[in-house]
Protein backbone atom coordinates (compact mmCIF):
# COMPACT_ATOMS: atom_id res chain seq x y z
CA UNK A 1 0.00 0.00 0.00
CA UNK A 2 2.69 2.48 1.24
CA UNK A 3 4.49 1.75 -2.53
CA UNK A 4 1.06 2.64 -4.83
CA UNK A 5 0.49 5.76 -2.08
CA UNK A 6 4.22 6.91 -2.72
CA UNK A 7 3.97 6.20 -6.44
CA UNK A 8 0.81 8.16 -6.81
CA UNK A 9 2.56 10.90 -4.54
CA UNK A 10 5.41 10.99 -6.99
CA UNK A 11 2.85 11.14 -9.93
CA UNK A 12 1.38 13.99 -8.66
CA UNK A 13 4.63 15.82 -7.89
CA UNK A 14 5.04 15.53 -11.79
CA UNK A 15 2.50 17.70 -12.49
CA UNK A 16 3.51 20.67 -10.43
CA UNK A 17 5.03 23.59 -13.07
CA UNK A 18 8.61 22.85 -14.02
CA UNK A 19 8.67 19.35 -13.16
CA UNK A 20 7.61 17.64 -16.32
CA UNK A 21 10.74 18.61 -17.98
CA UNK A 22 14.50 18.00 -16.99
CA UNK A 23 15.93 21.08 -14.85
CA UNK A 24 18.95 20.59 -16.77
CA UNK A 25 18.25 20.42 -20.78
CA UNK A 26 14.48 20.93 -20.56
CA UNK A 27 13.64 17.54 -22.40
CA UNK A 28 10.36 16.33 -21.82
CA UNK A 29 9.79 13.01 -19.70
CA UNK A 30 11.20 13.07 -16.43
CA UNK A 31 11.47 9.56 -15.10
CA UNK A 32 14.49 10.57 -12.85
CA UNK A 33 16.05 12.74 -10.03
CA UNK A 34 18.12 14.33 -8.15
CA UNK A 35 17.16 13.58 -4.60
CA UNK A 36 20.05 15.21 -2.97
CA UNK A 37 19.15 18.42 -5.13
CA UNK A 38 15.62 18.10 -5.32
CA UNK A 39 15.57 18.42 -9.11
CA UNK A 40 13.28 16.20 -11.61
CA UNK A 41 15.76 14.86 -14.71
CA UNK A 42 15.99 13.39 -17.39
CA UNK A 43 17.86 9.70 -18.62
CA UNK A 44 20.44 11.52 -20.38
CA UNK A 45 21.31 14.38 -17.02
CA UNK A 46 20.92 11.64 -15.03
CA UNK A 47 24.17 9.32 -16.25
CA UNK A 48 25.78 13.20 -15.60
CA UNK A 49 24.37 13.34 -11.91
CA UNK A 50 25.27 9.94 -11.42
CA UNK A 51 29.06 11.19 -12.04
CA UNK A 52 29.23 13.84 -9.23
CA UNK A 53 28.09 11.58 -6.15
CA UNK A 54 29.39 14.54 -4.09
CA UNK A 55 26.66 16.93 -5.05
CA UNK A 56 24.12 14.40 -6.58
CA UNK A 57 22.40 11.36 -5.50
CA UNK A 58 20.01 9.77 -8.61
CA UNK A 59 17.00 8.28 -8.04
CA UNK A 60 14.37 6.46 -10.70
CA UNK A 61 10.56 7.64 -10.06
CA UNK A 62 9.74 4.18 -11.04
CA UNK A 63 12.04 1.74 -10.59
CA UNK A 64 13.15 2.41 -7.27
CA UNK A 65 11.79 2.56 -3.80
CA UNK A 66 10.65 6.24 -2.68
CA UNK A 67 11.45 6.73 1.45
CA UNK A 68 8.54 9.38 2.87
CA UNK A 69 10.87 11.73 3.85
CA UNK A 70 12.39 12.00 0.38
CA UNK A 71 8.90 12.34 -1.37
CA UNK A 72 8.32 15.73 0.98
CA UNK A 73 12.08 16.63 0.46
CA UNK A 74 11.29 16.71 -3.44
CA UNK A 75 8.09 18.26 -2.47
CA UNK A 76 9.30 21.17 -1.09
CA UNK A 77 12.03 21.67 -3.92
CA UNK A 78 11.46 20.40 -7.51
CA UNK A 79 12.78 22.28 -11.05
CA UNK A 80 11.38 25.98 -10.46
CA UNK A 81 12.93 25.87 -7.30
CA UNK A 82 16.14 24.92 -8.04
CA UNK A 83 16.12 27.28 -11.14
CA UNK A 84 15.43 30.17 -8.86
CA UNK A 85 18.61 29.31 -6.83
CA UNK A 86 20.90 27.36 -9.13
CA UNK A 87 20.20 30.19 -12.61
CA UNK A 88 19.89 32.93 -10.76
CA UNK A 89 22.45 34.70 -12.19
CA UNK A 90 23.12 33.17 -15.95
CA UNK A 91 25.28 35.95 -18.05
CA UNK A 92 23.42 36.83 -21.09
CA UNK A 93 25.52 35.48 -23.10
CA UNK A 94 26.20 31.70 -22.01
CA UNK A 95 24.76 29.48 -23.84
CA UNK A 96 22.25 26.78 -21.91
CA UNK A 97 22.27 23.75 -24.15
CA UNK A 98 19.21 21.56 -24.60
CA UNK A 99 18.63 18.15 -24.65
CA UNK A 100 20.26 17.64 -28.51
CA UNK A 101 23.53 19.39 -27.52
CA UNK A 102 26.89 17.41 -27.31
CA UNK A 103 27.55 15.86 -23.89
CA UNK A 104 30.75 18.69 -23.03
CA UNK A 105 28.25 21.02 -22.95
CA UNK A 106 25.40 19.60 -21.08
CA UNK A 107 27.75 18.14 -18.31
CA UNK A 108 29.71 21.39 -18.23
CA UNK A 109 26.64 23.09 -17.39
CA UNK A 110 25.35 21.02 -14.87
CA UNK A 111 28.58 20.92 -13.58
CA UNK A 112 28.87 25.03 -13.64
CA UNK A 113 25.17 24.74 -11.84
CA UNK A 114 25.17 22.35 -9.00
CA UNK A 115 29.12 21.65 -8.74
CA UNK A 116 30.96 25.22 -9.17
CA UNK A 117 27.62 27.51 -8.25
CA UNK A 118 28.48 29.71 -10.53
CA UNK A 119 25.58 31.47 -11.59
CA UNK A 120 23.71 31.26 -7.57
CA UNK A 121 22.46 34.84 -6.15
CA UNK A 122 25.01 35.04 -3.42
CA UNK A 123 28.31 34.12 -5.70
CA UNK A 124 30.78 36.89 -5.61
CA UNK A 125 33.16 35.17 -7.83
CA UNK A 126 33.71 36.67 -11.89
CA UNK A 127 33.23 34.29 -14.46
CA UNK A 128 36.44 34.51 -16.42
CA UNK A 129 34.34 34.86 -19.33
CA UNK A 130 32.42 37.78 -18.46
CA UNK A 131 35.10 40.36 -19.96
CA UNK A 132 35.54 38.48 -23.51
CA UNK A 133 39.07 38.06 -23.29
CA UNK A 134 41.38 34.80 -22.82
CA UNK A 135 44.02 33.19 -23.82
CA UNK A 136 45.69 29.21 -23.75
CA UNK A 137 46.66 26.64 -26.15
CA UNK A 138 44.32 24.13 -27.65
CA UNK A 139 44.72 21.85 -30.85
CA UNK A 140 43.93 22.31 -34.16
CA UNK A 141 43.68 20.99 -37.43
CA UNK A 142 46.51 21.99 -40.21
CA UNK A 143 44.84 22.98 -43.39
CA UNK A 144 47.24 20.49 -45.48
CA UNK A 145 48.45 17.58 -43.25
CA UNK A 146 44.91 17.84 -41.01
CA UNK A 147 46.57 16.77 -38.20
CA UNK A 148 46.48 18.70 -34.63
CA UNK A 149 49.07 20.86 -33.01
CA UNK A 150 48.98 22.77 -30.09
CA UNK A 151 48.63 26.57 -30.34
CA UNK A 152 48.30 29.95 -28.71
CA UNK A 153 44.79 31.79 -28.65
CA UNK A 154 44.14 35.00 -27.75
CA UNK A 155 41.05 35.99 -27.66
CA UNK A 156 40.75 40.09 -26.72
CA UNK A 157 36.90 41.63 -26.51
CA UNK A 158 38.64 44.98 -25.76
CA UNK A 159 40.96 45.28 -29.31
CA UNK A 160 37.79 43.23 -31.14
CA UNK A 161 40.10 40.62 -32.18
CA UNK A 162 41.11 37.07 -31.73
CA UNK A 163 44.68 35.46 -32.72
CA UNK A 164 46.34 32.42 -32.68
CA UNK A 165 50.09 31.90 -33.16
CA UNK A 166 51.97 28.87 -34.84
CA UNK A 167 54.99 29.92 -32.69
CA UNK A 168 56.01 30.87 -29.59
CA UNK A 169 56.97 34.17 -30.61
CA UNK A 170 57.11 36.51 -33.52
CA UNK A 171 53.44 37.60 -35.34
CA UNK A 172 50.33 36.35 -35.11
CA UNK A 173 49.44 33.21 -38.25
CA UNK A 174 45.66 35.05 -37.95
CA UNK A 175 44.01 38.14 -36.68
CA UNK A 176 40.69 37.48 -36.58
CA UNK A 177 37.80 40.18 -36.47
CA UNK A 178 34.72 39.50 -33.30
CA UNK A 179 32.68 41.08 -35.70
CA UNK A 180 32.32 37.70 -37.92
CA UNK A 181 33.65 35.64 -35.22
CA UNK A 182 31.83 32.30 -34.56
CA UNK A 183 31.76 29.18 -32.94
CA UNK A 184 29.69 26.35 -32.51
CA UNK A 185 30.34 22.32 -31.04
CA UNK A 186 31.34 20.05 -34.34
CA UNK A 187 31.92 17.38 -32.00
CA UNK A 188 30.94 14.33 -35.13
CA UNK A 189 32.95 16.44 -37.80
CA UNK A 190 36.16 17.16 -35.92
CA UNK A 191 35.96 13.14 -34.12
CA UNK A 192 36.75 14.16 -30.74
CA UNK A 193 34.27 14.53 -28.05
CA UNK A 194 35.36 18.35 -27.55
CA UNK A 195 35.57 19.75 -30.88
CA UNK A 196 34.86 22.91 -31.79
CA UNK A 197 34.55 24.72 -35.22
CA UNK A 198 35.65 28.08 -34.92
CA UNK A 199 34.12 30.54 -38.35
CA UNK A 200 35.03 33.41 -39.02
CA UNK A 201 35.34 35.40 -42.81
CA UNK A 202 38.00 37.02 -44.50
CA UNK A 203 38.74 38.43 -48.10
CA UNK A 204 34.75 37.18 -48.70
CA UNK A 205 35.31 33.71 -47.70
CA UNK A 206 34.22 31.91 -45.15
CA UNK A 207 36.87 30.53 -43.07
CA UNK A 208 37.56 27.71 -40.48
CA UNK A 209 39.28 26.54 -37.57
CA UNK A 210 38.96 23.10 -36.09
CA UNK A 211 39.98 22.90 -32.73
CA UNK A 212 39.89 20.93 -29.08
CA UNK A 213 41.24 21.03 -25.25
CA UNK A 214 41.35 17.49 -23.42
CA UNK A 215 39.46 20.05 -20.42
CA UNK A 216 36.10 20.18 -21.05
CA UNK A 217 35.58 23.09 -19.08
CA UNK A 218 38.54 24.57 -20.79
CA UNK A 219 37.33 24.11 -24.35
CA UNK A 220 33.38 25.30 -23.22
CA UNK A 221 34.91 27.98 -21.41
CA UNK A 222 36.45 28.75 -24.53
CA UNK A 223 33.30 28.64 -26.21
CA UNK A 224 31.29 31.21 -23.78
CA UNK A 225 34.27 33.76 -24.04
CA UNK A 226 33.71 33.79 -27.83
CA UNK A 227 29.92 34.53 -27.28
CA UNK A 228 30.54 36.97 -24.42
CA UNK A 229 32.87 38.68 -27.01
CA UNK A 230 30.23 38.93 -29.65
CA UNK A 231 27.76 39.84 -26.83
CA UNK A 232 29.96 43.47 -25.93
CA UNK A 233 30.70 43.95 -29.73
CA UNK A 234 27.06 43.63 -30.63
CA UNK A 235 26.39 46.10 -27.38
CA UNK A 236 28.97 48.25 -28.38
CA UNK A 237 28.21 48.48 -31.85
CA UNK A 238 24.62 48.55 -31.21
CA UNK A 239 23.84 50.12 -28.14
CA UNK A 240 20.12 51.43 -28.89
CA UNK A 241 18.81 47.95 -29.63
CA UNK A 242 17.28 47.04 -26.60
CA UNK A 243 18.64 43.89 -24.71
CA UNK A 244 16.40 41.08 -24.62
CA UNK A 245 14.37 39.69 -21.33
CA UNK A 246 16.11 36.32 -22.67
CA UNK A 247 19.56 37.27 -24.43
CA UNK A 248 20.64 33.58 -24.50
CA UNK A 249 20.78 31.81 -28.31
CA UNK A 250 18.39 29.04 -27.90
CA UNK A 251 20.67 27.32 -30.88
CA UNK A 252 22.52 27.56 -33.95
CA UNK A 253 22.31 26.46 -37.37
CA UNK A 254 25.21 25.63 -39.31
CA UNK A 255 25.07 25.87 -43.12
CA UNK A 256 27.37 23.92 -45.24
CA UNK A 257 27.55 23.76 -49.51
CA UNK A 258 24.64 22.77 -51.69
CA UNK A 259 26.46 19.79 -52.88
CA UNK A 260 26.09 18.16 -48.96
CA UNK A 261 22.95 18.48 -48.98
CA UNK A 262 21.91 22.31 -47.91
CA UNK A 263 19.81 24.42 -49.84
CA UNK A 264 17.18 26.97 -49.06
CA UNK A 265 14.04 27.76 -50.04
CA UNK A 266 11.00 30.28 -51.02
CA UNK A 267 7.95 28.98 -48.69
CA UNK A 268 6.88 26.33 -46.39
CA UNK A 269 7.74 22.41 -46.53
CA UNK A 270 4.04 20.45 -48.16
CA UNK A 271 2.19 19.70 -45.03
CA UNK A 272 3.04 22.71 -42.67
CA UNK A 273 0.30 25.03 -42.02
CA UNK A 274 0.95 28.80 -40.43
CA UNK A 275 -1.68 31.08 -38.46
CA UNK A 276 -0.24 33.66 -40.15
CA UNK A 277 -0.60 34.40 -43.94
CA UNK A 278 3.39 35.67 -43.87
CA UNK A 279 6.35 34.77 -46.45
CA UNK A 280 8.33 31.68 -45.25
CA UNK A 281 11.89 30.59 -45.90
CA UNK A 282 12.58 26.54 -45.52
CA UNK A 283 16.65 26.01 -44.68
CA UNK A 284 17.29 22.37 -46.23
CA UNK A 285 20.08 20.71 -44.54
CA UNK A 286 20.76 16.77 -43.94
CA UNK A 287 19.71 16.34 -40.69
CA UNK A 288 16.60 18.36 -40.84
CA UNK A 289 14.11 21.27 -42.05
CA UNK A 290 14.35 24.98 -40.57
CA UNK A 291 11.01 26.92 -41.13
CA UNK A 292 11.13 30.45 -40.39
CA UNK A 293 8.26 33.76 -41.16
CA UNK A 294 8.86 36.12 -42.66
CA UNK A 295 7.55 39.97 -42.45
CA UNK A 296 6.67 40.91 -45.96
CA UNK A 297 7.91 39.50 -49.19
CA UNK A 298 10.64 42.11 -49.63
CA UNK A 299 12.20 40.35 -46.20
CA UNK A 300 12.08 37.01 -47.47
CA UNK A 301 13.84 37.91 -50.80
CA UNK A 302 16.17 39.50 -48.80
CA UNK A 303 16.93 36.73 -46.46
CA UNK A 304 17.10 34.15 -49.02
CA UNK A 305 20.18 35.86 -51.23
CA UNK A 306 21.49 36.44 -47.55
CA UNK A 307 21.37 32.57 -47.01
CA UNK A 308 21.99 31.70 -50.90
CA UNK A 309 25.26 33.65 -50.58
CA UNK A 310 26.70 31.87 -47.51
CA UNK A 311 25.82 28.92 -49.16
CA UNK A 312 27.66 30.27 -52.19
CA UNK A 313 31.01 30.87 -49.81
CA UNK A 314 33.64 28.21 -50.17
CA UNK A 315 34.14 26.61 -46.72
CA UNK A 316 37.94 26.54 -46.13
CA UNK A 317 39.44 25.45 -42.87
Known sequence: MDRDRNKSLLQELLKVPGNDRCADCGAPGTEWTSYKLGVFICLNCSGIHRN???????KSLWLDFWENDLIEFMKNHGNLCAKAKYEAKVPPYYYIPRSQDCLVLREQWIRAKYEREEFVATRVYQ???????????????????RQFQKRRFILSAGEGVMKYYTKESGSPKAIISIETLNAMFQTEKIKHIHGLQITYSTDGQTRNLFVYHESGKEIVDWFNAIRAARYHYLRTTFPAVPEPEDSSEQGHVFIGRTDEGYEVRAGFPQGVQMKKR???????TPTREFVFMCENDREQREWIDALNGVLAQPLTG
Open 52 to 58: LPQISRV
Open 278 to 284: KPGITMV
Open 127 to 145: DPCSAGSREGFLWKRGREC
